[in-house]
C-alpha cells in the first residue's frame, strides 16, 4: 500500500531553515505529484507548493515565494521542503501528500491529494 | 485565489441523523471541457493527518463509507453524512484543485449530540 513517511519532529530557531523529507513507498513515485501542506496549532490547511517529480519544476504559493524550496529524489522516491528565513509563525505540523497527476500530451495537471504523511511538527522558538 | 468558506464552523449531531457541511467557492471550480467540478473533502481527525473522502465533488474515494456523499457544482457544495456514527467525529475541509494555489475551506468541526 502507498505509504508516505516524514522526517521527525525539529526545534529551530528564529532566521534558521528546516529541511522536511517525505519517503514515498508502495507506488510509482514518479508518476505522482507532491505537495507541501501545513497547519499551525488549531488551525486549518495552508498549501505551501509542490512538484511533480518526473517534471522537475516545483510550483509555490505566492506566500512562500522565496523561502520555500521544494525538491525531489527519483532514485529514492523522497521529496523534500526547506522552509528559510523561520519565525514563530512557521511553528507548524507539515504534511506532505501525494498528489493525482494526469499528462495532457506533455502537461502534466494536478488534481486532489490521496495520500498524506504523517506529519511532522517544526517548532520555532528562541 | 480562490476562497472557499463552509458552514457551519461545527455542529453536534445525535448519533445515527444526518450531518450536511456547506462549502461556497468564490469562483466557479467547473471545468466546461469535463464538466467536472474540481473540488474535495477531507477528514482529520484529532492527531492524524488529512483522509480523503471525496473528489470531483461527488466521487467517494475507495474504502470511504456509503454514509458519505458529495454533492453540488459550480460553486455550492455538500458533504453529506447520512448516518452519523461514532467515528465520524472530526473536521471535515473542502478544497478546490481548479488551480493553485490550491485552497481548503476554513473546516467544520462534527461533534456528537
Known amino acids: 500500500q502507498v505509504q508516505l513517511v516524514q522526517s521527525g519532529a525539529e526545534v529551530k530557531k528564529p532566521g534558521s531553515s528546516v529541511k522536511v523529507s517525505c519517503k514515498a513507498s508502495?507506488?510509482?513515485?514518479?508518476?505522482?505529484?507532491i505537495s507541501w501542506v501545513r497547519q499551525a496549532p488549531g488551525q486549518g490547511l495552508e498549501w505551501m507548493g509542490g512538484i511533480i517529480p518526473i517534471f522537475g519544476t516545483a510550483n509555490y504559493a505566492q506566500k512562500f515565494q522565496g523561502r520555500v524550496t521544494i525538491t525531489a529524489d527519483e532514485s529514492t522516491s523522497t521529496a523534500y521542503m526547506e522552509l528559510s528565513s523561520l519565525r514563530s509563525e512557521d511553528t507548524a505540523v507539515y504534511y506532505c501528500t501525494r498528489v493525482v497527476v494526469l499528462w495532457f500530451g506533455e502537461t502534466p495537471v494536478e488534481y486532489y491529494f490521496d495520500y498524506w504523511g504523517q506529519g511532522t511538527l517544526v517548532t520555532v522558538s528562541s | 485565489d480562490v476562497v472557499m468558506t463552509q458552514s457551519p464552523d461545527s455542529l453536534a449531531v445525535s448519533l445515527g441523523e444526518r450531518a450536511t457541511i456547506n462549502c461556497k467557492s468564490s469562483q466557479s471550480l467547473l471545468y466546461s471541457s469535463n464538466n467536472k467540478s474540481y473540488l474535495a473533502w477531507y477528514q482529520q481527525k484529532p492527531g492524524q493527518p488529512p483522509k480523503l473522502l471525496i473528489y470531483?465533488?461527488?466521487t467517494r474515494e475507495s474504502g470511504v463509507p456509503d454514509r458519505f456523499s458529495g454533492s453540488g457544482s459550480g460553486t455550492d457544495f455538500t458533504l453529506t453524512i447520512s448516518s452519523l456514527q461514532a467515528e465520524d467525529v472530526a473536521v471535515y475541509y473542502c478544497?478546490?484543485?481548479?488551480?493553485?494555489?490550491?485552497?481548503f475551506g476554513p473546516g467544520t468541526k462534527v461533534d456528537i449530540k
Open positions: 470531483w465533488a461527488s
Open positions: 478544497q478546490q484543485y481548479y488551480n493553485t494555489p490550491f485552497t
Open positions: 508502495g507506488g510509482t513515485f514518479s508518476s505522482y505529484g
